[in-house]
Nanobody
Framework: QVQLVESGGGLVQAGGSLRLSCEVS????????MGWLRQGPGKEREFVAG????????KYSDSAKGRFIISRDNAKNTVTLQMNSLKPEDTAVYYC??????????????????WGQGTQVTVSS
């Protein structure tokens, strides 16, 4: 059974940076695509960034593009989301999740299963 454990959330001022990490166990990590998704207060869960199994392809939401960077270390079974220039509207619970696709990135929460427990990110103005 796959397990995902996120870390790195917290409180930061607008303009600041945070680095989220997700450690994955129970699956051959180098065979699975991964993603970061988030759910803000009163909002539906939304795609933030995704990466293919070999790390060659990444995709970002329009709101994340240019500010966030997703990466992975297949030797350490971890996927990371570097978030820069944070805005109050980035406040949300952030989840890492396993994609149903290994070689493409689909920007839809419905294509992800096996979610982590989430980590809270709060950006103050």
């Amino acid at each position: 059974q796959v397990q995902l454990v996120e870390s790195g959330g917290g409180l930061v001022q607008a303009g600041g940076s945070l680095r989220l990490s997700c450690e994955v166990s129970g699956r051959t990590f180098s065979n699975i695509g991964m993603g970061w998704l988030r759910q803000g207060p009163g909002k539906e869960r939304e795609f933030v960034a995704g990466i293919t199994a070999n790390g060659a392809i990444t995709k970002y939401s329009d709101s994340a593009k240019g500010r966030f960077i997703i990466s992975r270390d297949n030797a350490k079974n971890t996927v990371t989301l570097q978030m820069n220039s944070l805005k109050p509207e980035d406040t949300a619970v952030y989840y890492c999740a396993v994609s149903k696709w290994a070689i493409i990135v689909v920007a839809s929460p419905t294509t992800y299963d096996n979610w982590g427990q989430g980590t809270q990110v709060t950006v103050s103005s």
